[in-house]
């Protein structure tokens, strides 16, 4: 949910899904060799569940149910900590393997992983405390909001691409600022220090994960119904978390001031 989606809202309903689908298929046709790396540090084989494991996770599953209709704020709060903390463990590990990559001759990459817990205990609280309790009354109320203010009829094209539209351009950057501050200040950092890490890695994160999150979310919208579509997002941040924790160790990557260059650009040019 993570996160961040930027698009703009198509006048015409009808016409938004194919604006996405399109952009994102020019993204991934294009063969940016921005994402590359992180797409290759991710890519693997999973073995398949095996019938013993198929009849356990179905168990999880049912009991995840049972708890979401007696206590769904709560059940989404412990959901949403529990996954951002499996993410964080994942980000670790890609981030990790990939120094040892560019670093094999360095004495100082320990080829042995070591989870720094108190970094998940971080990230795990973001899923506690922001992203469960505010996911889980956002989702509900955008669904209320647009069936009963705007009166759509649910499942309809106009519905979903007003939803994606609406999450794009009010939570995703929100969402996103919200991590990055949250992310710095509980390192230590100061205000200044903060306010320079938002400012290198807002951006680029916002427009490469902008092209992503929109076909997510309209297979959300569209097929899940509003109880389950905030885990439906938690889940897809597990491979979320690791792609800003991907994001942030590239530091001031020359692809990442690209990006930022159009700040200064604007920035010197409001001086003059």
Known sequence: MAYARSYRLVGNGRAMPSAIVGSVADLLSSGSSIGHGFLKSILHTSPPLSPSGSAKML???KWYQHCLSSHPVKTQIVSSGFLWGVGDIGAQYITHSTSINRLQKSQNVDPELKINWKRVAIT???GFAFVGPVGHFWYEGLDKFIRLRLQLQP????FVATKVAADGIIFGPFDLFVFFTYMGFST????AQVKEDVKRDFLPALILEGGVWPIV??????????RYQLLYVNVFCLLD?????WIEQQKDAPWKQWFTSFQTLKERGGEV
């Open 124 to 126: 795990s609280m973001f």
């Open 188 to 191: 230590g950092k100061n205000v």
């Open 59 to 61: 168990k999880v599953w």
């Open 155 to 158: 499942k309809s094209v106009r």
């Open 217 to 226: 979310q309209v297979a959300n919208f569209r097929y899940v119904p509003v």
């Open 241 to 245: 978390s690791a792609f800003l924790s």
